[in-house]
């Protein structure tokens, strides 16, 4: 297939590379993940019905392959711009828990920077969230303020209301 000028961006059959040429300067550069594996959620839909040592070292390879693999290889793609990123070991702390299973039904990363983000994958699919880790306590204390203060409460209120982008979080 030939390539063909449409709007001033080469198409081609490598859509990663088309993508690539019109985005701002910034992002301009090719993308070496190449996605989630579609085996993970199968992965932990099994685990789930067999959460088992026995079951896990049969499978740990494919862990490493379809569920951990990834999320490295993403991890080490959203470094340059979101900092280093820690993913969670997949076993769970039993200790203080009345639920012994083993092993957690879901792979987690967070970038390690003053505001974090964080990705979540299990049989449901994905999470995303954020936040901010060791806020100084200045800055806690006025964010505090803010929302216990009525007339700040009511605006942010609003502000979130107008928001498509939230309308699924609020149901």
Known sequence: MGNKKAGGIAASADTRVAATTAAPARYDRRVGFEGLDRDALSFYAELRADNTKVWWSANKARYDTA????????GAELEPE?????IFR???DVRFSADKTPYKLHIGMVSQATVAHYLQL???GLMLGG???DVPPAALARFREAV???RTAEDL???LAEQTWCAWLTG
């Open 90 to 92: 997949p076993y769970r």
């Open 148 to 150: 216990d203060d009525p």
């Open 82 to 86: 979101f900092g280093a990123v820690k």
């Open 157 to 159: 209120d609003a502000l």
């Open 122 to 124: 299990s049989e449901e």
């Open 67 to 74: 569920v951990r693999g990834p999320f490295e290889a993403l």
């Open 131 to 133: 936040g901010m880790y």
